[in-house]
């Protein structure tokens, strides 16, 4: 039986990020269930860092967070883990007013937004279908980050290993019990390790992961989104193009390795699961690639499928659980966990290290109460009742 002072139970982007944190105060150790760090969610996102998605509280971790991406600390990773591209929210006549509602949500975060029309917007990317009937409007961030999901899982899993820290792969925990003070992990090949505090960042996993411990689930629901990879328009150099989203959210795409990535932004709730993508959902992407692009589809090249994971608020979770001493939790990331990774790794390492609480991100207005498991009693009964 190994000790530590930290356990991690997930080897995705969440439990890293954190786990690095934590290995400045003591000894950590990373469990991850596959053989690879961050098989699941974590290498399955399209990794961008924006202002277009989740509620003010999304937003303020995600502008904390941008600090980290922009400037890097030292020897953290030989490339850059971001760089700027911008993003552009498209709407049709009838997306206009929610439009306007993004447009005001994201001003206070980024002075770099503007309001584009057709011209401008083709300009930025050839292939948008614009006019009447089609896209009609846009607002432009210059300031979107694109993230290297994999550059950021793997710096991090250095820097764990860098403090005399363990990551893991290959090790499936498989119950999770009392010993004294401290909680036992025990993996399926039945290696054992012990430590006061447990840190359950096992994303869509997280609520089993719970359940082993005899605590009670936040009420997770991992929702499937899916990606397909088609090739862009013969000759086209597609790598100055915009992250484009619809403001009704019922498609986007971005340019990646010179292939074109397309979702049609679906939320299926499924279970924890090595998530594969369905036909039909891959048929709407490319629907919604020809419908709001005049690139023809003719072939693929790739699709994939991911989980995102939410509970009840869509706010991601992190604090002691109140019904069991030192067990963390560090869940429900949902479509943002890269963007707010840094930020949530921060807010992870204060509560756990019992640190005063950063006044940047008091003065982003994120407090503990938004983010503890506490403030999801309520939110826990509308779920099952729903
Ligand atoms: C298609 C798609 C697009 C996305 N786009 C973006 C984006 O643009 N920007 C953004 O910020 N976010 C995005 N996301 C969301 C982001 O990917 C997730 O929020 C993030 O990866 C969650 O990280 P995680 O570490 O919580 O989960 P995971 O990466 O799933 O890690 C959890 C780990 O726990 C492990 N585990 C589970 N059970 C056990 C066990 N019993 N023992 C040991 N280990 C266990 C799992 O194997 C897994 O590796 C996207 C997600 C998807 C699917």
Redesign the pocket.
Request: charged fraction near 20%.
């Given at each position: 039986m190994a000790t530590a002072d930290f356990v991690v139970?997930?080897?995705?982007?969440?439990?890293?990020s954190a786990a690095a944190r934590l290995a400045r105060h003591g000894r950590v150790v990373v469990?991850?269930?596959?053989d690879a760090?961050?098989?699941?969610?974590?290498?399955?996102?399209?990794?961008?860092?924006h202002y277009g998605i989740g509620d003010e509280t999304v937003r303020a971790l995600t502008s904390h967070s941008r600090a980290f991406f922009e400037a890097q600390p030292e020897g953290f990773c030989p490339t850059p883990v971001a760089w700027i591209a911008p993003t552009l929210y498209v709407a049709t006549e009838e997306m206009l007013p929610t439009l306007e509602t993004l447009h005001a949500r994201m001003a206070p975060f980024t002075a770099a937004i503007e309001w584009v029309g057709p011209a401008a917007m083709t300009d930025l990317c050839p292939i948008l279908r614009t006019g009447p009937g089609a896209i009609v409007r846009g607002v432009l961030d210059r300031s979107g980050l694109k993230?290297d999901?994999d550059a950021l899982v793997q710096s991090f899993a250095r820097v764990v290993r860098g403090t005399g820290g363990q990551v893991l792969t290959g090790?499936?925990?498989?119950a999770i019990e009392r010993r004294g003070a401290d909680w036992l992990a025990r993996?399926e090949k039945g290696e054992e390790w012990t430590a006061p505090v447990l840190v359950n960042?096992?994303?869509?996993?997280a609520d089993?992961?719970a359940a082993l411990a005899g605590v009670a689930p936040l009420g997770l629901q991992p929702m499937r989104?899916?990606?397909i990879v088609v090739d862009p328009p013969a000759g086209a150099d597609v790598s100055g193009w915009p992250f484009v989203l619809t403001a009704a959210r019922d498609f986007y795409f971005l340019p990646e390795a010179g292939q074109l990535l397309a979702?049609p932004v679906d939320e299926v709730l499924d279970d924890?699961c090595d998530a594969q993508p369905e036909e039909y959902d891959i048929a709407l992407a490319a629907h919604q690639l020809e419908h709001y692009t005049t690139l023809a589809v003719t072939r693929i090249a790739h699709r994939w499928?991911?989980?995102?994971?939410f509970v009840a608020d869509r706010v991601p979770t992190a604090g002691f659980a109140p019904d069991a001493p030192g067990f963390f939790w560090?869940?429900g990331?949902?479509?943002?966990?890269?963007?707010?990774?840094p930020a949530m790794a921060e807010i992870v390492e204060t509560l756990i290290t019992g640190g005063a609480w950063p006044a940047a991100l008091a003065a982003e207005d994120i407090t503990p109460e938004k983010i503890r498991p506490e403030r999801l009693a309520a939110g826990m009964e509308s779920v099952s009742a729903g």
């Amino acid at each position: 039986m190994a000790t530590a002072d930290f356990v991690v139970i997930g080897g995705g982007v969440a439990g890293l990020s954190a786990a690095a944190r934590l290995a400045r105060h003591g000894r950590v150790v990373v469990l991850e269930a596959e053989d690879a760090l961050g098989y699941h969610s974590s290498g399955r996102s399209v990794s961008f860092s924006h202002y277009g998605i989740g509620d003010e509280t999304v937003r303020a971790l995600t502008s904390h967070s941008r600090a980290f991406f922009e400037a890097q600390p030292e020897g953290f990773c030989p490339t850059p883990v971001a760089w700027i591209a911008p993003t552009l929210y498209v709407a049709t006549e009838e997306m206009l007013p929610t439009l306007e509602t993004l447009h005001a949500r994201m001003a206070p975060f980024t002075a770099a937004i503007e309001w584009v029309g057709p011209a401008a917007m083709t300009d930025l990317c050839p292939i948008l279908r614009t006019g009447p009937g089609a896209i009609v409007r846009g607002v432009l961030d210059r300031s979107g980050l694109k993230l290297d999901a994999d550059a950021l899982v793997q710096s991090f899993a250095r820097v764990v290993r860098g403090t005399g820290g363990q990551v893991l792969t290959g090790q499936r925990i498989a119950a999770i019990e009392r010993r004294g003070a401290d909680w036992l992990a025990r993996a399926e090949k039945g290696e054992e390790w012990t430590a006061p505090v447990l840190v359950n960042a096992a994303g869509a996993w997280a609520d089993r992961i719970a359940a082993l411990a005899g605590v009670a689930p936040l009420g997770l629901q991992p929702m499937r989104r899916t990606i397909i990879v088609v090739d862009p328009p013969a000759g086209a150099d597609v790598s100055g193009w915009p992250f484009v989203l619809t403001a009704a959210r019922d498609f986007y795409f971005l340019p990646e390795a010179g292939q074109l990535l397309a979702s049609p932004v679906d939320e299926v709730l499924d279970d924890p699961c090595d998530a594969q993508p369905e036909e039909y959902d891959i048929a709407l992407a490319a629907h919604q690639l020809e419908h709001y692009t005049t690139l023809a589809v003719t072939r693929i090249a790739h699709r994939w499928a991911g989980l995102r994971s939410f509970v009840a608020d869509r706010v991601p979770t992190a604090g002691f659980a109140p019904d069991a001493p030192g067990f963390f939790w560090l869940a429900g990331q949902g479509g943002y966990g890269f963007q707010t990774a840094p930020a949530m790794a921060e807010i992870v390492e204060t509560l756990i290290t019992g640190g005063a609480w950063p006044a940047a991100l008091a003065a982003e207005d994120i407090t503990p109460e938004k983010i503890r498991p506490e403030r999801l009693a309520a939110g826990m009964e509308s779920v099952s009742a729903g």
